[in-house]
């Protein structure tokens, strides 16, 4: 017995230290919960899936395939063994398959590279240039690329190099997206389903600015490479934001969304390719702006339907229009969201994720004959890539408690998932993972229900009293407090774990509370609706609201600034890394549909702008940033922290002069949150 006790004591000891998370778990290389597989590619016959992953739970991801049904993985690359530290922060881009269903296309350092099975990679356009946003015709002919600004060519048996486009530049982009428009690269340009012609997209900044370029669509023939492009003489009503292109089954039409620059009104626009005329199938218009859900043109039943998504009467859903017809069908409907939508390649088979049935998780479904089937069963969030003849879907599945991982099976309901990837090392179950309470509060200013995640300290709640942190994530325009695996919910456990009450409220985005010509104080609902969860966590005998604090990073740190301006009585503490704190001069696709109204409503301007509140500031306040940036929020937090000081306020500051407004390397992750915790204590 003596012996005994001593070992027992021993054992409880480890796996007590063990059970704790730190810092190193949350955010060094390799990882220990793993990393997530990326750019999910099932190949043409649908035998195969290739996607980017380390088994190892590296950062840099190498290419893999796995063979459907089996699951076998094969690692089809080893960059990773002959790259320099500096080159494993770069990643392979853009995966695709050609049309053979026997080499891979990708790119890695802005150059073009393919991959067969048992090779090493072989270079395909590999300049002093930067290539990018390459493309495989549906008849493997050609590979298509940007460089300079223009679209260029490669036939792949021949080797021969075609410039397509000549008039693209700086100020005249083509096939290149833009961060302060709508328009992301993949959607530049689109091959014709004969390989024959290519529709193009360019955008001009040479007459209207930056904020408001210029659109025009053009169709170019492959086979006289040498003549000018087709160009769309445009109605008025589509010199906007053009979002989407897509091409009818026949190649026929070729179908495309735009959005208005005041961002009110939204078209989706038919051009028949042979007779030139154009056509307007959808129009929506609304009092705030446009949704940015539902741009996604897909052409079903045998290209007889065009399908969209609109967030028109308060929710995200799919609709139909028929081409002949022009009545809108009605696909989804209910007080919930579509989160995403995909069609498989016959057009028969609509596959999508939403809240239908469980508001913070993200389940896939199915119409078949306008019925929706549920196809998974699990609790958790799913992510879902189709193939091709929609049969099979491949899943990115996750729960608060167990990291994604890639998963198959078969698109009817409750298919038994086939595990593909295991992320998680071997060390993983030593830790112990926190479930946070899913909560809801209402707000009563406005009478509202909210939602919330809370995490409690395990030890003592009967007999201590604990300070609160209040956590404000930065995508604000999304949905939170979902049921998945979350890196800022195992951050939350970890500060938990040091002595706190931590909360994650799910508030109102900005953007969804603007309107024109209304009195409403946009960031007073924000922060109503934190403080509403505050309270409501404050029923809790052990809890002391007395003792506030609030972080946040980009929009999240920007608005637990406005926290301890507009609301000192509430938060004595606040932490805001690289938070952007000048609207007139940090401007981004996202908040561009805000800025608009800003410049129009001195009212609305005057009520986010930290630099007139600042001086309310009783608490502690903490910039944490980068020094190496080329945007902005390092200079405005410079000019407001310069004017706190004019206005007597104490203010600290702290800098990663090796990093810029992202913070990339893992000490200074595991650095940072070690100085928001001595903070916050």
Known sequence: ????????????????????????????HPRIWGTTPEEIRWSPDDSKIAFLWSDSGEKFREIWI???PSGKLKKLSKLVKSLTDKERDCKIENL?????????????????????????????????????????SPDGKYVSFVRNHNIHLIDVKEGREIQLTHNGSVEKLVGEGYYKSCLDAEKTYQWSNDSKRVAIIQYDFGSNGKNNPSFRIGI?????????????????????????????????????????????????????????????????HSKKWISDFGNNLFWIDRGEKLLFGSGKNGYNHL?????????????TRGKWNVIDYKVDDSGQHIFFTSTKDIPNEHHIYSIVKREIRKISYKDGVYDFYQSHNGKQIAE????????????????????????????????????????PLFKTAQNKSNGESISYRVWFPEYNLASTKYPIITCVHGAHSSQSNLYKWDVSSILNQWLSEKGFVVIDVDYSSLSSNLIEDTDLD??????????SAIND?????????????????????????????????????????????????????????????????????????????????????????????????????????????????????????????????????????????????
């Open 396 to 435: 990115i599945y996750s729960t608060p408690l167990s990291p994604p991982e890639l998963f198959w099976s078969k698109t009817i309901p409750k298919s038994k998932m086939n595990k593909i990837t295991n992320s998680v090392s071997s060390k993983f179950n030593n830790y112990s993972i926190k479930e």
């Open 66 to 68: 796995a063979e459907i």
């Open 522 to 531: 946009p960031i007073s609902l924000e922060l109503s609706e934190i403080i």
């Open 319 to 331: 609709y139909a229009i028929p081409i002949e017809s022009r009545q809108i069908i009605t696909l």
């Open 220 to 284: 170019k023939n492959i086979e006289e490479p040498d003549s000018d492009s087709f160009w769309l003489k445009t109605p008025e009503v589509c010199q906007s934001f053009i979002r989407e292109i897509k091409w009818s089954p026949y190649d026929n039409f070729l179908a495309f969304e735009t959005i208005t620059h005041d961002l009110k009104k939204r078209y989706i626009i038919l051009w028949n390719t042979k007779s030139g005329s154009l056509d307007t199938l959808y129009s929506e």
């Open 96 to 136: 695709k398959w050609f049309p053979d269903g026997e080499k891979l296309l990708f790119t890695f350092q802005g150059d073009i590279y393919t991959l067969t099975e048992g090779n090493t990679p072989v270079p395909l356009a590999v300049t002093k240039y930067i290539e990018s946003n390459p493309k495989v």
């Open 537 to 681: 966590v404050s029923k809790n005998d052990f809890v002391d609201a007395s003792r506030t604090g609030i972080w946040g990073w980009g929009y999240g740190g920007y608005l637990a600034t406005m926290a301890m301006f507009k609301e000192p009585d509430v938060f004595n503490v606040g932490v805001a890394i690289t938070s952007m704190t000048n609207w007139n001069k940090y401007k981004t696709w996202q908040q561009d549909k805000i800025i608009r109204l800003l410049v129009k409503n001195a009212r609305i301007y005057t009520a986010i702008s930290p630099q007139n509140y600042c001086s309310n500031l009783m608490g502690n306040l903490l910039f944490i940033q980068g020094d190496r940036s080329s945007t902005v929020p390092l200079l405005n937090t410079s000019a407001l922290v310069k004017e706190m000081i004019t206005n007597g306020k104490s203010v600290d500051f702290i800098f990663y002069p090796w990093e810029s407004d992202c913070i990339k390397l893992d000490g200074s992750y595991i650095n940072l949150f070690q100085k928001v915790c001595e903070y916050f204590e």
């Open 1 to 28: 017995m003596k012996r005994i006790l001593p070992l027992l004591i021993f054992m409880f000891c480890t796996l007590y230290s063990q059970g704790k998370i730190d810092l190193d778990f949350i955010f060094a």
